[in-house]
C-alpha cells in the first residue's frame, strides 16, 4: 500500500504563515524525491517546490521563492512546506508527490497525495 496524506491546510489571512506537512508510507518515500504542487480552480496544476532524499537540494517555483521552504525528516517519513507572507494568488489545493528525481513536471511524479485546502484572504 502506498499513501501520501497531506494535512495543515485552512485559511489564514494575507501576510500570515501556514505550514503543510505530508506524511508517505510504503515506497512512496524511500530514496525519493518529494515534491508540492499547487492547483486551484480553472488553473493547470503549478510547481510550488522539490526536495532530494538527502536535503542537499531543493527547488522552488518562481512565485514562491524567498516566502516557502521545503523540508523533510526521513525519520519520520514526512515532508514539510513552511509558508510564509502568504498572499490571495497562494489560495490552492496542495499536493504532495513522490518520484525519482526533484523535477518541475508532475508527470515525473509517480505517486500523490489528496490534496490539503489552502485559503488566503485578503
Known amino acids: 500500500q502506498v499513501q501520501l496524506v497531506e494535512s495543515g491546510g485552512g485559511l489564514v489571512q494575507a501576510g500570515g504563515s501556514l505550514r503543510l506537512s505530508c506524511a508517505a508510507s510504503?515506497?512512496?518515500?524511500?530514496?525519493?524525491?518529494m515534491g508540492w504542487f499547487r492547483q486551484g480552480p480553472g488553473k493547470e496544476r503549478e510547481f510550488v517546490a522539490a526536495?532530494?532524499?538527502?536535503?542537499?537540494?531543493?527547488n522552488y517555483g518562481d512565485s514562491v521563492t524567498g516566502r516557502f521552504t521545503i523540508s523533510r525528516d526521513n525519520a519520520k517519513n514526512t515532508v514539510y512546506l513552511q509558508m510564509n507572507n502568504l498572499r490571495p494568488e497562494d489560495t490552492a489545493v496542495y499536493y504532495c508527490?513522490?518520484?525519482?528525481?526533484?523535477?518541475?513536471?508532475?508527470?515525473?511524479?509517480?505517486?500523490w497525495g489528496q490534496g490539503t485546502q489552502v485559503t488566503v484572504s485578503s
Open positions: 510504503g515506497r512512496a518515500f524511500d530514496r525519493s524525491a
Open positions: 508527490a513522490a518520484g525519482p528525481i526533484t523535477a518541475v513536471a508532475p508527470s515525473q511524479y509517480d505517486y
Open positions: 526536495i532530494n532524499w538527502s536535503s542537499t537540494a531543493a
